[in-house]
């Protein structure tokens, strides 16, 4: 589908390229200049001297009892100067350095060591932040996701998102210039498929507008706000002026945005028939780690459009300032959630979500266009997940499980055709996240231990079997059993509570650390090494023996969880397609190392 901007380019040479290709999801377009927009916003108050600081500034929560003489003696080994907070620094263990260079670098360091309970980069509060933006009160669509007081969590900052769409205006060069209320916003380097070049700059106008719900200026005294409006963006140019461009372009667009650093991928555009290309592009794009959002469709019909519909996107669908869905947006069994995309059938260029763009007439004029479609309503989710990614989201499973869980219900059900999981909630999905491990254990590991553990007493002596309860139900196996396929999780949920913390003990983010997630996925925990190490030990100590058949046990239940449940990515194998045979192969084998422990025990 294509979005329909007031503009003279012939429709039918859009709709020939749209049969080669893919084209943005419609939006309809009441252009407005810039300057018409005299209303006033209110100021925060947050303090800018403090704001300007606290970009500097590393937070760390030693584990209580740390002292002093302690914590100096590492500093030379971070590159930092800690000093406590305050004078019950002593007895709370929060410290802080200012003038940090390299927080990633440092943030990693600092997590790593057992003594740290926590380190993040220092957050001001105030009252509630209120965008001074003139046009902010017009924007019904983010009071409707909740977006003031998400705000409150963070803004966005380090996350890159990708716009994968007809190009930003972003830059002065040539012909081109950028928008007044993109000033500011942060871009890293993107690339124009359409024309082969780096300057991938919007001669359309859609992608601009889609940009600009992303990450418009905020806070500026100047136009419009933005969701995630402290976030990179990384500027993709697929669709050309007409709003049409090829799937060969579109994937190779998301697996430069994979490869290039982008977290998060927003695909406005839709309509064209199922590509396998396009497919594994995006199968790429989540096996590094990254979120893809799409549009669901315009066409009003019970069936998502390519590329939402394919398997590991976020398929979004529009409601209007009603609530409810809109009249052109698509639905069914593959939509995720409904955004706010606009209806302008209610109260004309009100109904319609407003971001500056350019005029597509002229690329070097810049309007405020009020625009509608699930083109519109796919850059809210979008840039939510920013917020996630920086709120400390790992992954895409964690992204959106943060999303459907922070949904609103509607429909009287906790899911419909017309919804998906429900209207898309900032703070929701923010708060849904903050939960996560917490009181919560997977329990899906054990239960896959449980299924192979019966198959390996099926294949063991029949005689021999009875003799087998006393190891297994023995506190040796059973302990290394469950902690190995659920302990992490175990700890980090007994670490919420206080029973941990009276005890003083280092438990960072063990799930993180021991684990990892998404590309830094641990390769020793996806292996048979450890189950094999540990086995070594155990063909002459008999009592590690049980220990041993445990810890294999569950070394092959976890292996053939993240098989079945398509995780991690493994992204140091030297190619995707080897993710599953080496999970497999090393499932059997700690099997068979688990196995060999069992007959050893019950036969020495």
């Not at 499973?397 to 429909?411: F, N, S, T, Y």
């Not at 553990?453 to 302990?479: D, K, S």
């Amino acid at each position: 589908m294509h979005p329909h901007p007031r503009s003279p380019a012939p429709s039918w040479r859009a709709l020939a390229l749209l049969a080669c290709g893919l084209a943005a999801c419609g939006a309809g377009m009441e252009a407005g200049d810039a300057a018409s927009a005299p209303l006033s916003g209110s100021e925060s108050v947050a303090d800018p001297d403090l704001l300007a600081q606290a970009e500097r500034t590393v937070v760390v929560d030693f584990v209580d009892g740390t002292t002093k003489a302690q914590f100096d003696s590492w500093e030379q080994a971070w590159g930092v100067d800690l000093e406590f907070n305050s004078e019950h620094g002593v007895v709370t263990g929060i410290t802080i350095a200012t003038g940090v260079e390299n927080s990633e670098g440092l943030l990693r360091s600092l997590r790593e060591h057992p003594a740290v309970e926590s380190a993040e980069m220092l957050s001001v509060y105030s009252t509630r932040f209120e965008p001074n933006d003139p046009g902010f009160d017009r924007q019904w669509n983010l009071k409707m996701i909740d977006m003031p007081a998400a705000w409150e969590h963070n803004r966005g900052k380090g996350v890159v998102v990708a716009v994968i769409d007809t190009g930003i205006a972003y830059e002065d060069r040539g012909d081109f210039r950028r928008v007044p209320d993109l000033k500011g916003v942060r871009f890293v380097p993107g690339y124009d498929f359409v024309n082969d070049t780096p300057h991938a700059n919007d001669d359309h106008g859609h992608g601009t507008h889609v940009a600009g719900t992303i990450a418009q200026a905020t806070h500026n005294k100047l136009g419009v706000a933005g969701i995630a409006h402290e976030a990179s963006l990384m500027p993709i140019k697929v669709l050309n002026h007409f709003g049409a461009g090829t799937s060969a372009d579109i994937a190779d667009a998301i697996r430069w945005a994979a490869d290039h650093g982008a977290q998060v991928i927003n695909l406005s555009l839709g309509g064209g028939m199922r590509s396998r290309v396009m497919e594994q592009a995006i199968a790429h794009a989540r096996a590094k780690g990254v979120t893809v959002v799409a549009a669901a469709g315009n066409r009003g019909i019970g069936k998502v459009e390519f590329p939402a519909a394919y398997d590991g996107v976020i398929a979004v669908g529009a409601v209007g300032p009603d609530g409810q869905r809109a009249p052109y947006s698509s639905y069914g069994a593959a939509l995720d959630l409904v955004a706010p995309g606009g209806n302008k059938s209610l109260g004309g260029d009100a109904g319609g979500v407003v971001q500056n763009t350019i005029d597509p007439r002229d690329p070097s004029r810049s309007i405020f266009g009020s625009y509608q479609g699930t083109s519109m309503a796919t850059p809210h989710v979008a840039g939510v997940a920013a917020l996630l990614y920086a709120a400390g989201a790992n992954d895409p499973d964690e992204v959106e499980r943060a999303l459907i869980a922070g949904a609103k219900p509607m429909g009287g059900a906790l899911r419909t055709d017309d919804h998906g999981h429900g209207l898309l909630n900032a703070r929701g999905a923010l708060e849904a996240l903050q939960q996560t491990g917490k009181g919560k254990v997977n329990w899906s590991p054990l239960a896959w231990a449980s299924v192979l553990l019966a198959g390996v007493l099926l294949t063991l002596r029949g005689r021999a079997r009875p003799g087998y309860l006393n190891v297994l139900f023995g506190p040796r196996f059973l302990i290394s059993l469950v902690l190995t396929t659920v302990g992490a999780f175990f700890l980090r949920w007994l670490g919420d509570g206080d029973t941990l913390n009276a005890a003083s003990l280092p438990l960072p983010d063990l799930e993180r650390i021991i684990f990892g997630r998404g590309r830094l996925a641990n390769p020793l925990m996806y292996s048979a090494l450890v189950p094999l190490l540990l086995s070594f030990a155990a063909i002459a100590r008999k009592s590690l023996r049980p220990v041993v058949a445990g810890v294999s046990i569950g070394f092959a239940a976890m292996l053939a969880y993240a098989a079945w449940s398509g995780a991690p990515a493994l992204a140091w194998l030297p190619f995707k397609a080897l993710a599953l045979p080496w999970l497999t192969v090393h499932a059997f084998i700690c099997l068979f190392i688990g196995r060999a422990m069992l007959r050893r025990e019950e036969g020495a």
